[in-house]
């Protein structure tokens, strides 16, 4: 059975910067593309972030693009998101995700994921 565990969310001030990490467990994810979604209050849950686990390429969208980034430590089994110059808007909950993909990268519904983490607060203050 899959889990995914995130952790490191957290307070912080505009421009600041925080990595959230999830572990992930129950299965070999070397066909798996892991998934970053946000939802804040009142909101749809939106795409954040994506790495194809067995290459390493990664996905962003536009909102976040230059300012986060993605990657993966196979050895401890963890994903990773780096999150540099947070701004007021960045606040939500942050969620991780897992679904198998053998050729693609393009998973950015939240439909597109089977298995999802409990999510870890980001609250930026202005």
């Known amino acids: 059975q899959v889990q995914l565990v995130e952790s490191g969310g957290g307070l912080v001030q505009a421009g600041g910067s925080l990595r959230l990490s999830c572990a992930a467990s129950g299965r070999t994810f070397t066909n798996y593309v892991m998934g970053w979604f946000r939802q804040a209050p009142g909101k749809e849950r939106e795409f954040v972030a994506a790495i194809r686990w067995s290459s390493g390429t990664t996905l962003y969208s536009d909102s976040v693009k230059g300012r986060f980034t993605t990657s993966r430590d196979n050895a401890k089994n963890t994903v990773y998101l780096q999150m540099n110059s947070l701004k007021p808007e960045d606040t939500a909950v942050y969620y991780c995700?897992?679904?198998?993909?053998?050729?693609?990268?393009?998973?950015?519904?939240?439909?597109?994921?089977?298995?999802w983490g409990q999510g870890t607060q980001v609250t930026v203050s202005s």
């Open positions: 995700a897992a679904n198998v993909a053998y050729s693609t990268i393009y998973l950015y519904t939240p439909e597109m994921y089977a298995y």
